[in-house]
């Protein structure tokens, strides 16, 4: 079973625009979605020197621990992770069962205030990827079983 619905460039029209009108609410420095995968699906904002690709995988890599973490104390599931530094601080959180919302921003900005509006972010990208959905049900795919050395899986024409 795909992991992901097929993607159309108006979908992403509207989540780089979730993503960007959350950036304005928080004044938060980056925003990725991912999936659960670590797969950096789209992002708003910058940060000097960070790679996103391989944040967006570590990123992913902590959250899934913690969901290990919940069941160990016997919790259903952690909703989203937060990691507090000095200078910069990250909240992860789980927009739906596919994908996650990663958020850098300056540990001296409200932690409390990101949270409040990841959860508005979080459920307006989680609607667009439901109508993705719904276009081409069991249509997408799986990105962590893409075998990059090998594309042309994917893009080969459909018979």
């Not at 304005?24 to 995968?37: H, M, N, P, R």
């Not at 994908?99 to 900005?109: E, G, H, I, W």
């Amino acid at each position: 079973m795909p992991t992901l619905p097929q993607l159309m460039e108006d979908d992403i029209r509207v989540l780089d625009d979730a993503l960007r009108e959350f950036l304005a609410q928080t004044s938060a420095t980056a925003a990725l979605l991912i999936d659960k995968g670590g797969f950096l699906l789209t992002h708003q904002g910058e940060a000097a020197d960070v790679d996103f690709t391989t944040l967006g995988a570590l990123a992913s890599g902590a959250f899934m621990a913690s969901q290990t973490i919940a069941g160990l104390v016997n919790e259903k599931n952690f909703n989203s992770t937060f990691q507090q530094g000095e200078k910069v601080s990250l909240l992860c959180a789980s927009v739906d069962e596919h994908c996650l919302l990663v958020v850098l921003f300056k540990s001296q900005a409200g932690a409390g205030l990101v949270k409040y509006y990841s959860s508005n972010c979080s459920s307006r990208i989680a609607q667009q990827l439901a109508i993705a959905q719904q276009r081409t049900p069991g249509g997408g795919f799986d990105l962590s079983a893409l075998n990059v050395a090998h594309p042309q899986e994917l893009f080969r024409k459909k018979a």
